[in-house]
């Protein structure tokens, strides 16, 4: 079975406040797309890596494959604005090899583990689609439109947050995307819910996560994630 890692690393990571994408941003030596790639070129049940960028920023990327001899990155491809635009670009890519596990994952989760990865490609035996996810540890509650007044509290048993890796058929999320984009009311945040809005006879399928498997999305996750990473 052809399994792929999708490294999406064409934000630009405006909500960090730095200067740098964050996928470039230097974190113990290296980059947050290089421990990322790592990740999955460490995986055994990864046949291919697929690396989608800005446009501008595909030669540096092709650079850093050949500096960290990367054998598994088959493709850099340019991305578009919007994540799903990145996806799709990734997805269309292998639109000749239907029955590929493709499993998304944001670069700017660099702590992802070997246990993840190795559990999303398990549980595409089962599913067309699966989401890494970890229980919610606070009580959600549902606001107004203007988040000035609630609404409803939400039942915490029954939420998790979702992290990446997202794993799909690529069958099963080409056809989610060629529905969803003849929606005039289509937007999009997660490939996994792009597959349980439009294919909702697709089952979902959960794979426990990990709380180090954090997002770099703000600049106060900086020196979190060095600690983190100086641990392994």
């Known amino acids: ?27 113990g030596g290296k980059t947050v797309l290089e421990y990322s790639v790592n990740a999955f070129q460490q995986n055994a049940g990864i046949t291919q890596i697929v690396i989608v960028t800005s446009p501008q920023f595909i030669g540096r990327v092709e650079g850093m494959v050949s500096a960290n001899g990367w054998n598994k990155v088959s493709m850099v491809i340019a991305g578009g604005r919007e ?6 670009a990734a997805v269309r890519a292998f639109s000749d ?13 660099p702590l992802v583990s070997q246990r993840i990865i ?22 959600i509650v549902q606001c107004d439109a203007d988040g000035r007044e609630m609404v409803s509290v939400q039942n915490r ?22 529905i969803a984009l003849k929606d005039p ?40 994630l060095e600690f983190l990473l100086s641990r392994l």
């Open 185 to 224: 009311a289509f937007t999009a945040t997660d490939d996994c819910g792009t597959v349980l809005r439009y294919l909702p006879e697709e089952k979902v399928g959960i794979v426990r996560g990990e709380e180090n498997n954090i997002k770099l999305t703000y600049a106060d996750d900086v020196p979190l």
């Open 97 to 109: 090899r239907p029955d590929t596990v493709m499993l998304f994952h944001d670069a700017a989760r």
């Open 1 to 27: 079975m052809e399994t792929v890692g999708v490294i999406l690393a064409a934000g630009s990571g405006s909500r960090t406040g730095l200067s740098t994408p964050k996928q470039f941003l230097q974190l």
């Open 83 to 88: 994540r799903y635009d990145s996806s799709l």
């Open 157 to 178: 048993n029954l939420l998790w947050c979702m992290q990446t890796p997202q794993g799909f058929r690529q069958k099963t999320i080409q056809k989610a995307y060629e």
């Open 118 to 139: 190795s559990d999303c490609i398990k549980a595409m035996e089962e599913y067309n689609a699966v989401d890494v996810a970890v229980p919610s540890v606070d009580t």
